[in-house]
């Protein structure tokens, strides 16, 4: 799990293993993960793009990017927080994800809100 703060906005993430998306014969690991974004700030922000890096074990680097999360660009208030689960396929039993969510403040700042880095592990390797 990670959690990290920036500028009020705290991101939190707990991953795990998904055996019934995965085929480890083929060198295919899902991994589902769970975030949290909650806003502990003074005023809205509006998450308006992602940027993940996911790293497998072999030092293969995935840059995903895009508009929003799961299709929604949320507004949220101070006080709010927005859930959603996404997944993601790497080749090794093993790996890590970082990155940042784009948010916009009522002002028009802009500013990257820091996903902290997280393991992405079969549950056996966790130990």
Not at 48 to 61: E, Q
Not at 71 to 92: D, M, R
């Amino acid at each position: 799990m990670s959690s990290t703060i920036t500028e009020g906005i705290r991101v939190t993430v707990q991953p795990t293993f998904w055996p019934e998306r995965s085929s480890p014969e083929s060198g295919q690991f899902a991994f589902a993960y769970a975030v949290r974004i909650a806003n502990e700030g003074d005023g809205p922000a509006q998450l308006k793009s992602r940027h993940w890096i996911i790293t497998d074990a072999n030092g293969l680097v995935q840059d995903v990017q895009g508009e929003g999360v799961v299709g929604a660009q949320p507004v949220l208030h101070p006080g709010e927080e927005f859930e959603y689960t996404s997944w993601c396929i790497i080749a090794t039993p093993g790996g890590s994800m970082r990155g940042t969510y784009q948010m916009v403040t009522q002002d028009g700042d802009r500013f990257d809100a820091e996903i902290a880095p997280f393991r992405l592990a079969l549950p056996q390797l966790l130990n």
